[in-house]
């Protein structure tokens, strides 16, 4: 498979360039610094991954993974991020993005990479089911409900759902035929049952589950 790496912590670049350099099956094509430079890599060198930081000064790998699968639909752009970039994930996997890596975990980067080539998405280094992202309801069937929503009724975990595929609140209460105030109020329900302190921390339990 063919990469471009692009972070703006230049060891990390250096270091992951040998890292996946040294894997028979992976060539590093080009690296970067900032969104920018992910975009015209991408447009150069056509590769089968865009590894991307999510945060960089300037350009952000956020937009630049935008402009790429505009561009690009079947693109694989994974983001390399830290634990304390949570926030930022389901804005990323709704954004199309086939997962997000650790990047201190640089051992469990090659084999997520491979499990990415075979269509899957991965989080944290391991594969998870699809999610219907765009909140389309494309998906059939109702949704496995993962170990950790147990405690929650139908109607809270059909919202830990929604807001899971990047919805707010409004566009919830729409889906979900409620009023917002009964939205917030099962959010609020979910984060005190969960012990959870915001929507985001639902998202990323609903995927990792």
């Known amino acids: 498979m063919r990469l471009i790496v692009v972070d703006d912590d230049r060891l990390v670049v250096d270091s992951l360039k040998i890292i996946l350099g040294a894997q028979p099956q992976i060539e590093v094509v080009g690296t970067g610094a900032n969104g920018n430079d992910a975009v015209a890599l991408y447009a150069e060198h056509a590769p089968d991954i865009a590894l991307l930081d999510i945060q960089m000064p300037g350009r952000d790998g956020l937009s630049a993974a935008r402009e790429i699968l505009e561009r690009d639909p079947a693109a694989r ?19 199309g993005a086939r997962g997000y890596l650790i990047k201190t975990d640089v051992a469990a980067i090659p084999p ?98």
């Open 77 to 95: 752009v994974v983001f390399l991020t830290t634990f304390s970039d949570d926030e930022y994930i389901v804005s990323a996997l709704k954004l």
């Open 112 to 209: 997520a990479l491979a499990q990415v080539m075979d269509g899957k998405r991965v989080l944290e280094g391991k594969a998870i089911e699809d999610v219907d992202f765009d909140g389309t309801g494309a998906e059939a069937g109702t949704p496995r409900r993962p170990a950790a929503f147990a405690a929650l009724t139908d109607r809270e975990f059909e919202v830990a759902e929604l807001i899971a595929r990047g919805l707010d609140n409004k566009e919830i209460a729409a889906t979900a035929y409620m009023g917002e105030g009964t939205v917030r109020n099962h959010i609020s329900s979910i984060l005190a049952k969960m012990g959870l302190r915001n929507r985001t921390q639902i998202a990323i339990a609903y995927l990792r589950g």
